[in-house]
């Protein structure tokens, strides 16, 4: 594929172009799996392992590769270029502690930024196989067939994905936290957690999920829910961002969402 300037972009073909980079990633991941080394230990209880770095490294030289004039930021390595009008949003391993604890619910993700919008995405789960990818305008799909959220239409029907905060949220919104929780306990059929946010959101888009509740999960960083978020979206689903809560929905579920989370939280924006 011809490099693109950022002023002609060409969804479609950068995300043919992704895709590959994103499946031989997983490839490495689980070439290494159970041999991983933690090298950091960050604050809020994140941890970098040597295998993120190494998928780091693989993944910005074919982002480059792919689109040159592009900005890149990732998880792992910061930012580069983060004033160009495309940026790549990359998260080597969405997991990691799970990675490295050899439990295989972990991610990889990539998504493209022009300006403030995200306009593709592609995320892939090698534990599974399963390759989630969306373009602007173009649906998302699993695995190159189209998905879309579920249709269910009301809460007391729903299961829902949780993200809880940790201690290293302080005791106030990890109350706040449990209060939430129990209220949607209440409503819904089922509550469960995955721990991954990538994760979340994908099968929230397939329709396996009939919701992704973040209940202030720290720190909710633009790499966690770039690619998820606008495969999310072109499933169909609505979404909002209020004060560390994060909720993912079909629209008849949305609302309805929203409406037991003001009870404990006050109002959404």
Same mark, same amino acid.
């Given at each position: ?25 997983? =490839? ?19 941890? @970098? ?28 390595? &910061? ?63 699993? =695995? =190159? ?14 299961? #829902? ?7 290293? &949220? ?10 939430? #929780? ?42 966690? @829910? ?11 689903? #609505? ?6 809560? @994060? ?23």
């Amino acid at each position: 594929m011809k490099d693109l300037p950022c002023s002609v972009p060409d969804w479609q073909s950068l995300l043919d172009g992704l895709a590959p980079l994103i499946r031989e990633a997983g =490839n490495m991941a689980v070439t290494s799996f159970g041999r991983s080394r933690i090298l950091d230990n960050k604050s809020g209880g994140d941890l @970098t392992t040597d295998i993120d770095l190494r998928i780091n490294r693989y993944l910005i030289t074919g982002l480059k590769r792919l689109l040159p004039a592009a900005g890149i930021l990732s998880e792992e390595s &910061g930012c580069a270029g983060k004033e160009q009008e495309l940026t790549w949003i990359l998260d080597p391993i969405d997991g990691s502690k799970h990675y490295a604890r050899g439990i295989p619910w972990y991610a990889i993700s990539a998504a493209l930024q022009q300006n403030n919008e995200f306009v593709l995405g592609v995320i892939g789960v090698p534990v599974t196989g399963e390759l989630f990818a969306a373009v602007k305008g173009g649906g998302a799909t699993r =695995n =190159n067939i189209p998905i879309s959220c579920s249709q269910t239409q009301n809460i007391s029907q729903a299961i #829902l994905c949780i993200e809880l905060p940790s201690r290293h &949220g302080g005791h106030s919104s990890l109350q706040r936290a449990l209060n939430q #929780l129990q209220t949607l306990m209440m409503a819904c059929q089922r509550i469960r957690v995955i721990g991954v946010s990538t994760l979340g959101l994908c099968y929230c888009a397939m329709g396996a999920f009939d919701a992704y509740v973040n209940l202030g999960s720290a720190p909710n960083a633009i790499w966690d @829910t770039a690619a998820g978020e606008i495969i999310a979206r072109e499933a169909g689903c #609505l979404l909002s961002h209020d004060s560390g809560l @994060t909720v993912v929905s079909p629209p008849k579920l949305y609302q309805q969402i929203l409406d037991q989370l003001e009870s404990i939280a006050g109002p959404m924006s």
